[in-house]
């Protein structure tokens, strides 16, 4: 009952940032060193007050600013500050998701998260039966050697399970007829060429559930949105919506968290307000 009761109260809070990192995040931040200035940024007093005045005020101290740091649209109408991840209003290293609650900004890895919903889904089809595929209209030849054609003609069957067709073509190459649906247009030969690297790794391991995970793990890293690629804001929200509703979101397949917050608080006291 202690563990069935553990594992549904981490189902339910799977989308929750890792709160471990906060300190550090924290500290990442810092103040630019301005010589010269007291804390109240003005100069300090030389005993004695002058002022000068100018007809055209400079504007050197703020050029460069009008040059855009990051990619911004304009908030959509809906109001998602209800929501546990909020609304996206950013996105950052064409990588990083900004979000805003109603008390906190988050960070989100758009690589990250969505992997972890991508592998979640296999996992739900998987259970179902086999996993949807869709059928290549030319085969796709892939060359390897000898030694790594047999290892994937030895997990043909799981391979299939999880929606991929393939076969022997030749002594030196495979043809591979069908991919799986929720993979979309993705790299095929890296995709195989990954599998083979990661059935090397799994090389004298019998048990089929680890062998299913590692396959599906290296699937699901092909199948999600990669670093680099620009977002709207209303796939990013479309992001954030689906991690809510997905377990164990707040970690991507590899341990790793998929976002992290700073509560408001946190935020005023890097600018001195609490």
Do not use: W
């Not at 997990?155 to 929606?163: C, H, T």
């Not at 890293?221 to 954030?240: D, F, K, P, T, W």
């Amino acid at each position: 009952a202690v563990i069935a009761a553990t594992g549904l109260a981490l189902n339910e809070a799977g989308y929750r940032a890792s709160s471990q990192l906060s300190t550090s995040t924290i500290g990442a931040f810092s103040t630019p060193a301005q010589s010269g200035q007291t804390r109240t940024g003005f100069p300090p007093s030389t005993g004695s007050t002058q002022f000068t005045s100018s007809a055209q005020p400079s504007n050197v101290e703020f050029e460069g600013l009008s040059e855009p740091s990051a990619r911004y649209e304009e908030p959509q109408q809906e109001d998602y500050s209800d929501f546990a991840l909020g609304a996206a209003r950013a996105q950052i290293f064409e990588n990083y998701i900004i979000a805003q609650s109603k008390n906190a900004m988050i960070m989100i890895d758009q690589h990250a998260a969505h992997e972890r919903l991508v592998y979640e889904k296999f996992k739900i089809e998987l259970a179902k039966g086999n996993v949807a595929s869709q059928i290549q209209l030319i085969p796709q030849i892939i060359e390897l050697n000898e030694d790594e054609c047999g290892a994937l003609e030895e997990i043909v069957g799981d391979l299939d399970q999880l929606g991929l067709g393939v076969e022997k073509f030749g002594p030196r190459a495979i043809a591979v007829r069908n991919v799986p649906a929720l993979l979309g247009k993705c790299d095929v030969g890296a995709l195989i060429r990954d599998l083979v690297d990661g059935i090397k790794e799994l090389a004298g391991t019998s048990a089929l559930n680890e062998r299913m995970e590692a396959i599906i793990g290296t699937m699901a890293c092909h199948g999600s949105v990669r670093s680099g690629r620009v977002l709207s804001v209303l796939e990013m929200n479309a992001l954030l919506r689906k991690m809510e509703k997905t377990p164990h979101s707040g970690q991507c397949i590899h341990g790793r968290p998929t976002h992290v917050e700073l509560k408001k608080e946190d935020i005023e006291r890097l600018f001195g307000r609490s």
